[in-house]
């Protein structure tokens, strides 16, 4: 069943290298400011946490967790692009389905 996460960041945009002085290669800024929402918990009580620690996303839904690299060889230098494929791989990992539509974040536990 598909659960409401969060809202997406709208304002997360305006944090990427090319509006601010982020020099670090994979938007830190950008990538902070979008996994901060999703730290909140869901309808049923489930707490769910998003964590980066350099350039490892962690990702974690009740009593399931998982990591993602910001592999910047691999998905390109864009920071969305990057985010995007290092929160599906800790997902993922997790056993866990995330998507993002119409604005919001979902996860399917």
């Not at 998003?50 to 974690?60: A, P």
């Not at 967790?65 to 592999?71: A, T, V």
């Amino acid at each position: 069943m598909k659960t409401k996460l969060c809202d997406i960041n709208a304002a997360a945009l305006e944090k990427l290298p090319e509006f601010t002085s982020d020099k670090s290669g994979i938007g830190v800024h950008y990538v902070d400011a979008y996994i901060k929402p999703m730290n909140t918990r869901l309808a049923d009580g489930t707490p769910v946490k998003c964590k980066r620690r350099g350039l490892k996303i962690v990702f974690s839904a009740g009593g399931k967790k998982g990591e993602g690299l910001l592999r910047r060889l691999a998905a390109g230098p864009d920071p969305v692009v990057m985010l995007e494929a290092a929160l599906q791989e800790a997902a993922q990992v997790a056993g866990i389905e995330l998507t993002a539509e119409d604005g919001a974040i979902f996860v399917s536990l």
